[in-house]
Antibody, heavy 122, light 107 residues
Framework: EVQLVESGGGLVQPGGSLRLSCAAS????????MDWVRQAPGKGLEWVGRTRNKAKSYTTEYAASVKGRFTISRDDSKKSLYLQMNSLKTEDTAVYSCVRVSESSGYSYDYWGQGTLVTVSS | DIQMTQSPSSLSASVGDRVTITCRAS??????LGWYQQKPGKAPKRLIYAASTLQSGVPSRFSGSGSGTEFTLTISSLQPEDFATYYCLQHNSYPLTFGQGTKVEIK
């Protein structure tokens, strides 16, 4: 069974930093691109960014709203995905979820984690 | 960026009704579109991928259609467990973009 479990969320002051983790199980993590998606309270879904797999040199893509502040990384040996968030703003408050990208279905999303809440507030 | 305009933003319907939700892309995205269902406090669940392919295990009352810029999710006969929020997602180009969501409520 595919499982994605996020951790590391919490309360942080504006300008602060936080590192989120996503532990994957039930599939060959190293094969897949992985994304982060967020959802502000009561709002819709927003793509944050992507890390590709080793075959694509672990290259990354980011939403304009987080580029230069957030960094996505992965450790295939630990089956883990990370999101380093710096210079946090109040508008970054959201539930952050890791999402598996399915190459076999045209690079759409097939599995989502439950998410971890990040609150940016003074 | 590709804008995904989803409509309606909400609808009220009865059990057994036929429901149609539309997403319009600001430029052509071939069939690089998925539909997702989200219930409160839960992770989204994929219903449709490649615009019209039904995810394994999803009831056949759900169907998707469209290509290019116009896409539709249809629920042929709404069931109690279908009351949720639905999102489209284009993955044709970066940044990936979601529709604003459609909340399906009980009439």
């Amino acid at each position: 069974e595919v499982q994605l479990v996020e951790s590391g969320g919490g309360l942080v002051q504006p300008g602060g930093s936080l590192r989120l983790s996503c532990a994957a199980s039930g599939f060959t993590f190293s094969d897949h691109y992985m994304d982060w998606v967020r959802q502000a309270p009561g709002k819709g879904l927003e793509w944050v960014g992507r890390t590709r797999n080793k075959a694509k040199s672990y290259t990354t893509e980011y939403a304009a709203s987080v580029k230069g502040r957030f960094t996505i990384s992965r450790d295939d040996s630990k089956k883990s995905l990370y999101l380093q968030m710096n210079s946090l703003k109040t508008e970054d408050t959201a539930v952050y979820s890791c999402v598996r990208v399915s190459e076999s279905s045209g690079y759409s999303y097939d599995y989502w984690g439950q998410g971890t809440l990040v609150t940016v507030s003074s | 960026d590709i804008q995904m305009t989803q409509s309606p933003s909400s609808l009220s319907a009865s059990v057994g009704d036929r429901v149609t939700i539309t997403c319009r892309a600001s430029q052509g995205i071939r069939n690089d579109l998925g539909w997702y269902q989200q219930k409160p406090g839960k992770a989204p669940k994929r219903l449709i991928y490649a615009a019209s392919t039904l995810q394994s295990g999803v009831p056949s009352r759900f169907s998707g259609s469209g290509s290019g810029t116009e896409f539709t999710l249809t629920i042929s006969s709404l069931q109690p467990e279908d009351f949720a929020t639905y999102y489209c997602l284009q993955h044709n180009s970066y940044p990936l973009t979601f529709g604003q969501g459609t909340k399906v409520e009980i009439k």
